[in-house]
């Protein structure tokens, strides 16, 4: 699924500024009981900015053990996780170009969605998600240039969910 992402960061010398950007996410599960679906969930939130004749791209992304929770039968469920938090940065100029991997983190998630039916094993699912990571330290090029880095991401998005 994907769509839309407001992302926030912050750490011990620097106030971030919310920065709206592309959300996507990834998801596998298992369905315990008609109530409770056990999974793994990849998310990423990303933004693109151009400086003259370069690009840098920010990427914020997790990856999440999940159990979401259906209490009725509507299609409503609540989603919540913990795992690992990763923060990248890749620069671009003329052919050049930087991959950076910032740092990692532990990182948690929530959200809430609806599974919406177009066929017995197809479903539209709209949701919303908050996922914060904690990173701590982040080093470009060996070098540290921020400390207690921390960063979250406020999601609205569309998928698919296939049973």
Known sequence: GGGYGSADASCDDCVGERQSGTAGYFRLGYSVTSK?????EANVWTKRDSLGEASATLFFSGVSATAAFYPDTTGF??????????????VRLDDSSLREDLGSGFGILAGLGYDIPISRRLSITPGVNFWHGQIGDLKALGQTFATGWSQNVIDVTVGLTFR
Do not use: H, N
């Open 36 to 40: 409770l679906v056990l999974g793994v």
């Open 77 to 90: 469920f609540v989603r919540g996780g913990a795992g690992l938090a990763m923060s990248r940065l890749d």
